[in-house]
DNA sequence: AATCTGCGGGCTGGATCCAATAACACGGCG
DNA sequence: CGCCGTGTTATTGGATCCAGCCCGCAGATT
């Protein structure tokens, strides 16, 4: 049985039901920050600016909420979710936790190819990187992220992280202006991939979690002054 | 706060909306074995059931799609999800890894009224399992584990192992019939709940550890048992 | 005889319509 | 002058209706 092939380059016919491709659209403007925590969504709203009936809309809220990107209450509608600082360090801690364990057993499973894949992955976020980019810069990050995990063929286990980084994604990118351990963050992605190249398991893991770490507390930090304010 | 309510079609207390109700139902069914791995479940037969519109139906799908205990494809309807073998395998790491990090952290946190608690479930889990109630068993199974986990405060952590939890349960349940693998599980639940009580982290973990990949190797097993005359 | 093709039934996806509920505002009363 | 009750309205939840897609079946063609 070929149990591993997962269909990464196959063109896979946009087969995408319309309550999918909202929730898509949805889910990068809620990362965009065009829709702030707190803010509620209104149905109508959505369906006329998407030119549909509000049938899926409301589907594509069931499945944001089950992202946990936004919360809904009965006959109250949906609001998108707010993260108290507490929440983004459990967060983290899973990220920690959970793709060091993917890191650590996709690493002997690269080929060359996927070494290649990331790497090009990798030149497209630095570009984005300096061309400030931010939106590009958050997707690509997840990406390489994602692209480094893949070779451990545990789709549940990815399936999970990736929510999990959803999650986070979109206060990651509202930092990133202000913010300077992205710097380091680019330094860090470069000398991730050659550890991979290098199958230092050892290094490499240690690495992700410094990583992994430094952009939590960085975060954490950052809602806690951000609630104080408030 | 029996959480035992089968959806007396009329109002009953529903502060908990329609397609949310369903979902527990049809998961309820789903774990039960009512429906089996490969069975396809019709919109409209499910409406007339349930003596409501499809429009609920579609949106219990949506969480139980998002939970992973079914499919969808577009225009052609969900199917009741199987579980390779292999997926079965990596599910249960996970559970290894995520239920230690919640136990080892819960365990400082439990206070007397936490165990007690814990200490009724465990009664009752007993009982079920003297008297070979099977669906029963399996969900008081996780309320224990759970109880054990809620004072770790990790949110986020425990919604995602409840996710794992549900999707392995009814194998689990199928299982039960033919193991003996329960009867030392049985013993385990309660050394378990021993080690909680002394607040030995080390023992309790290492026996989580064990209990939960005993679990697992058995159920791939027999995962993979059945695959091979099917 | 086997395969391809056109057609129809059944089901899903999406739109529209109606009912129910919660926020809001106005007015009455203490 | 302020608080509470009621009516109004905006928005969600659920039902019904219509269109489009899969699949199976039957018939024709080679």
Redesign the pocket.
């Known amino acids: 049985m070929k149990s591993g092939m997962g269909l990464t380059k196959s063109h896979s016919l946009k087969?995408q039901?319309?309550?999918e491709a909202l929730a898509d659209s949805l889910r990068e403007r809620i990362l965009n920050g065009e829709f702030k925590p707190g803010e509620?969504?209104?149905?109508?709203?959505l369906?006329e600016e998407y030119?549909?009936?509000?049938?899926?809309v409301?589907?594509a809220?069931r499945q944001l909420e089950a992202a946990g990107l936004i919360v809904?209450?009965?006959?109250?509608?949906?609001v998108v979710a707010a993260m108290p600082a507490e929440q983004a360090q459990e967060l983290y801690e899973l990220r920690v936790n959970l793709e060091s364990v993917l890191l650590e057993h996709a690493i002997p499973n690269m080929t060359d190819a996927d070494l290649d894949a990331s790497e090009q992955v990798l030149r497209e976020l630095e570009k984005a990187y300096e061309e400030r980019d931010i939106n590009r810069w958050g997707s690509l990050n997840w990406e390489f992220h994602r692209s480094l995990y893949v070779p451990a063929n545990r789709t549940q286990t990815l399936a999970i992280v990736q929510g999990v980084n959803l999650q986070v994604e979109r206060y990651v990118r509202l930092q990133l202006l202000i913010s300077e351990t992205f710097e380091a963050a680019q330094k860090e992605h470069r000398a991730l991939l050659e550890y991979c190249r290098a199958r230092n398991v050892e290094a490499a893991v240690a690495l992700l979690k410094q990583h992994i770490r430094d952009a939590g507390d960085s975060l954490v930090s950052s809602l806690e002054a951000r609630s104080v304010d408030a």
Chains 1, 2 share one sequence.
């Open positions: 087969r039901s319309l309550p509620s969504l209104v149905q109508e709203a369906a030119e549909c009936s509000r049938m899926p409301r589907e809220f809904t209450k009965v006959h109250k509608g949906a």
